[in-house]
């Protein structure tokens, strides 16, 4: 079995920061693709962002320039810093790994249970 646990959110005020962590852990090989996702009261869950294995980044055009996508490839985490929040960005933040687990031929998807952000405005 894979596990995801989020950690860093939290009550904001607008113009401030916060960073989100995410580690995986269990029965993994390898993990590919990596991402924050996002769900507002009411609304459907969207791309925030994602980063596969070697790095390359993907980002949904309302958090580009302000939310920077990270990894550690060795700690199986992916991080999300989100800088300039907006009242908008209020939701709970998913994050999801695309798992290679030990012994198996082909990736599987993981979710993790989601951390509340809220920025005020």
């Known amino acids: 079995q894979v596990q995801l646990v989020e950690s860093g959110g939290g009550l904001v005020q607008a113009g401030g920061s916060l960073r989100l962590s995410c580690a995986a852990s269990g029965s993994i090989f390898s993990i590919n693709a990596m991402g924050w996702y996002r769900q507002a009261p009411g609304k459907q869950r969207e791309l925030v962002a994602t980063?596969?294995?070697?790095?390359?980044?993907n980002y949904a055009d309302s958090v580009k320039g302000r939310f920077t996508i990270s990894r550690d490839n060795a700690k199986n985490t992916v991080y999300l810093q989100m800088n300039s929040l907006k009242p908008e960005d209020t939701a709970v933040y998913y994050c999801?790994?695309?798992?290679?687990?030990?012994?198996?031929?082909?990736?599987?998807?993981?979710w993790g249970q989601g951390t509340q952000v809220t920025v005020s405005g």
């Open positions: 980063i596969t294995h070697g790095g390359s980044t």
């Open positions: 999801n790994a695309d798992v290679l687990r030990i012994g198996s031929w082909q990736d599987s998807t993981y």
